[in-house]
């Protein structure tokens, strides 16, 4: 039965303390507390699965004193090439 939601496979930053299946724990937690603080709205889960994700690469990267992956890429103009 397909249920019309989106699904999306997620790839983390590198350098956190945590292993793979205790990340996704902790995204899948934080994801589903930003569901209930919205009121229980469906159609925001890869929304809220992103946001938690961010926040847990976040605060592994603060605990390890390393950047993100995204924090250091976001950050960052794209340089011209020169050939």
């Not at 039965?1 to 303390?17: E, N």
């Not at 929304?47 to 390890?64: I, K, N, P, R």
């Amino acid at each position: 039965m397909k249920t019309g939601r989106k699904s999306a496979t997620i790839q983390l930053a590198v350098g956190s303390t945590l292993n793979g299946e205790g990340r996704r724990e902790q995204i899948a937690k934080k994801a589903y507390e930003r569901y209930l603080n919205r009121g229980q709205v469906d159609g925001y889960d890869l929304d809220d699965w992103l946001e938690a994700e961010q926040q847990v690469v976040a605060e592994s990267g603060a605990q390890t004193g390393k950047k993100s992956v995204a924090g250091r890429v976001r950050g960052k103009k794209p340089q011209p090439q020169t050939v």
